[in-house]
């Protein structure tokens, strides 16, 4: 005892057999030391097809809802159904002879393909072979982002610690430095000599012309030789 409609329409005889394919969209790849996964994805979608009797004579099993109809009738529905590019109902409802309920199949399909023949064997009657796909919504979704009325922050200049930088003393005769470099026999570099560092002299010449502008002494005024301008700093 089962009612199979397409759509609003009931088919006559319910169909011999049903086959339901319940597709797999899983992946496999091949690693490199691992050999073999498999990748595992939701399901593709389910294809039913079946073998439709459709009578051009009365039979006493088969059900129409408002009386009997020929198959030419039912041929017209299947053809509004494949040509107007909508998706409808599949329902299967089972139950047993003593009208005790099974489950039922409720899904939304598409018809994706049908044929149908005139075959001997089956006298005056038409079989159709119908293939069915389930179908599932989609479609763009439109979302309005709303921004809140707010005032544009400005970054405020952040603040720059400064250092005060004593100003370096003037450097002239007489001067007393502190010598960090290499002493030469003249102001223009000739003759290379002692290296000094951190040395306390005093300063007796100075050739501003000179690649080393100015003669260090002793404290005590002892001749040591010249240097750069940036190996001596006064004190």
Known sequence: MYDVYLDKMLCPIAPEKLQVKISNKNKTLTLINEGEVNVL??????????????????????????????????????????TNQKPFKFKVVRQFPNGKMLFATNINVSLEDYKYSDDVSEG????????LKQYKE???KTC????????????????????????SKP?????????????????????????????????????LK????????????G?????????VKAV
């Open 41 to 82: 994805k939701k399901a593709g979608l389910t294809e039913i097809s079946f073998d439709l009797l459709l009578p051009n004579v009365k039979y006493p099993f088969a059900v129409y809802k408002s009386g009997f109809r020929t198959a030419n009738y039912f041929l017209a529905i299947l053809e509004e159904l494949k």
């Open 124 to 131: 005056f009657d038409i079989v159709v072979s119908i293939k």
């Open 138 to 140: 989609f479609g763009t």
């Open 144 to 167: 309005n982002v709303v921004f809140a009325n707010s005032k544009p922050q400005i970054e405020q200049p952040k603040a720059v610690r400064t250092t005060a930088v004593q100003a």
């Open 171 to 207: 450097i002239g005769i007489g001067s007393e430095v502190i010598v960090n470099g290499r002493l030469h026999a003249s102001s223009y570099g000739d003759g290379p000599g002692q290296t000094k560092t951190n040395y306390r002299g005093k300063i007796n010449f100075v050739n």
């Open 210 to 221: 000179g690649s080393h502008p100015y003669h260090v002494t002793t404290p005590q005024g």
């Open 223 to 231: 001749w040591l030789g010249w240097v750069t301008k940036d190996s």
